[in-house]
């Protein structure tokens, strides 16, 4: 993929603070697909956080949480132990780029976003990226390439939150491109840009209002139990090479039912946008939302009620966003439409990068 108009490569620049910025991101469809190897098509969106970083003497890290008011520092190579919420992302962050073999230096972090937490924005795996690359530049090192540095945010959401999540919100904060959604394999993974024409439409999210919780014990981390489960009981590694769901106990039978047609359903996508089909666009994330209601059980009442806000509102299609159990609805809206109260038009910005 091109990325000439973001800069993640260190330049050299004594003594001064840096800052790098990372976006959130919305996932226009496959969803829950991403650990099974699946298909996704998301693109980051213009808001997301920003972390700067000023040189500091010493082997101390320094973070400052500016929208919480909290703070927490600890020394390079004593990241373990104390630490909750944000403060594992942090302490995460330095200690899997040092294991990397990136040697990393004392500093001051301030950590601010224009994201809403907790809203299905992904605002975590921006926290996530924005603290590596402002860690590597503060430390005037080069941060791994975009694929491995995904994989380096995914691994310190699973080993330092205990959130199993898998590579869509890096890899879209990191990847994405103004004006294109990115069609990810996962099996790869290979990424391809397409373009976001909407012909005058408008996408935009709603917040539920419920918080959604990726954490350790959360109905996410069941999820992935159940595919693997549905893995073992089909003789097959991964759900990517599920061809059907005849056979499985029930709610095994339906979760892979859920997989199977998401992947056909970001494609289908796909070739609507390509072939300028809106309604066919808003008909699929109908599609999406059924399949996560009904069959992968993703849903809570407040999301139904948010979908229906917008379906009210004239949406062409509407459905629930990122891990489900809260969070935010995404929804098409024909062109002029009035969004209902609350509801944030959103559009593809740029990839992650330094300032
Ligand atoms: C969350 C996770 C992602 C993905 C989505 C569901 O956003 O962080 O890895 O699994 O849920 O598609």
Same mark, same amino acid.
């Given at each position: 993929?091109?990325?000439?108009?973001?800069?993640?490569?260190?330049? $050299?620049?004594?003594?001064?603070?840096?800052?790098?910025?990372?976006?959130?991101?919305?996932?226009?469809?496959?969803?829950?697909?991403?650990?099974?190897?699946?298909?996704?098509?998301? /693109?980051?969106?213009?808001?997301?956080?920003?972390?700067?970083?000023? $040189?500091?003497?010493?082997?101390?890290?320094?973070?400052?949480?500016?929208?919480?008011?909290?703070?927490?520092? /600890?020394?390079?190579?004593?990241?373990?132990?104390?630490?909750?919420?944000?403060?594992? /992302?942090?302490?995460?962050?330095?200690?899997?780029?040092?294991?990397?073999?990136?040697?990393?230096?004392?500093?001051?972090?301030?950590?601010?976003?224009?994201?809403?937490?907790?809203?299905?924005?992904?605002?975590?795996?921006?926290?996530?990226?924005?603290?590596?690359?402002?860690?590597?530049?503060?430390?005037?090192?080069?941060? $791994?390439?975009?694929?491995?540095?995904?994989?380096?945010?995914?691994?310190?959401?699973?080993?330092?939150?205990?959130?199993?999540?898998?590579?869509?919100?890096?890899?879209?904060?990191?990847?994405?491109?103004?004006?294109?959604?990115?069609?990810?394999?996962?099996?790869?993974?290979?990424?391809?840009?397409?373009?976001?024409?909407?012909?005058?439409?408008?996408?935009?999210?709603?917040?539920?209002?419920?918080?959604?919780?990726?954490?350790?014990?959360?109905?996410?981390?069941?999820?992935?139990?159940?595919?693997?489960?549905?893995?073992?009981?089909?003789?097959?590694?991964?759900?990517?090479?599920?061809?059907?769901?005849?056979?499985?106990?029930?709610?095994?039978?339906?979760?892979?039912?859920?997989?199977?047609?998401?992947?056909?359903?970001?494609?289908?996508?796909?070739?609507?946008?390509?072939?300028?089909?809106?309604?066919?666009?808003?008909?699929?994330?109908?599609?999406?939302?059924?399949?996560?209601?009904?069959?992968?059980?993703?849903?809570?009442?407040?999301?139904?009620?948010?979908?229906?806000?917008?379906?009210?509102?004239?949406?062409?299609?509407?459905?629930?966003?990122?891990?489900?159990?809260?969070?935010?609805?995404?929804?098409?809206?024909?062109?002029?439409?009035?969004?209902?109260?609350?509801?944030?038009?959103?559009?593809?910005?740029?990839?992650?990068?330094?300032?």
């Amino acid at each position: 993929m091109r990325h000439s108009n973001t800069r993640l490569e260190h330049t $050299p620049r004594e003594g001064r603070s840096v800052q790098a910025f990372a976006p959130g991101r919305v996932n226009l469809i496959g969803e829950h697909t991403d650990y099974n190897d699946g298909l996704c098509l998301p /693109f980051a969106v213009e808001r997301g956080i920003t972390v700067t970083a000023e $040189p500091a003497s010493g082997a101390a890290i320094e973070a400052h949480a500016e929208d919480l008011g909290e703070r927490d520092s /600890f020394e390079l190579g004593a990241e373990s132990g104390a630490g909750e919420g944000w403060r594992r /992302f942090v302490r995460g962050a330095a200690a899997e780029l040092q294991r990397e073999g990136i040697e990393l230096r004392g500093c001051r972090l301030t950590i601010s976003g224009d994201i809403p937490l907790g809203a299905g924005l992904s605002s975590s795996a921006a926290v996530c990226v924005a603290l590596c690359l402002a860690l590597c530049e503060i430390a005037e090192a080069s941060p $791994p390439g975009r694929i491995p540095l995904a994989r380096l945010c995914s691994r310190v959401e699973n080993d330092w939150t205990g959130a199993q999540t898998g590579l869509l919100d890096p890899l879209a904060s990191l990847c994405g491109e103004r004006g294109q959604a990115v069609r990810i394999d996962m099996r790869g993974p290979e990424l391809r840009p397409v373009p976001l024409d909407l012909r005058g439409h408008l996408l935009a999210v709603l917040d539920s209002g419920a918080s959604h919780d990726l954490s350790a014990d959360s109905g996410y981390n069941e999820r992935r139990e159940e595919c693997r489960a549905a893995c073992r009981a089909l003789g097959i590694d991964s759900l990517r090479d599920a061809t059907s769901e005849a056979g499985l106990p029930d709610p095994l039978d339906r979760r892979v039912r859920h997989v199977i047609s998401e992947n056909e359903r970001v494609d289908a996508t796909v070739a609507a946008l390509e072939r300028g089909d809106l309604d066919e666009v808003g008909a699929l994330l109908d599609a999406s939302h059924r399949s996560l209601r009904d069959d992968y059980e993703v849903s809570v009442p407040e999301v139904e009620r948010a979908v229906e806000t917008c379906r009210q509102a004239g949406a062409l299609g509407a459905r629930i966003m990122g891990g489900g159990f809260g969070g935010s609805v995404l929804a098409l809206f024909p062109p002029g439409a009035q969004l209902p109260p609350g509801a944030v038009r959103v559009e593809p910005g740029p990839a992650a990068r330094l300032l």
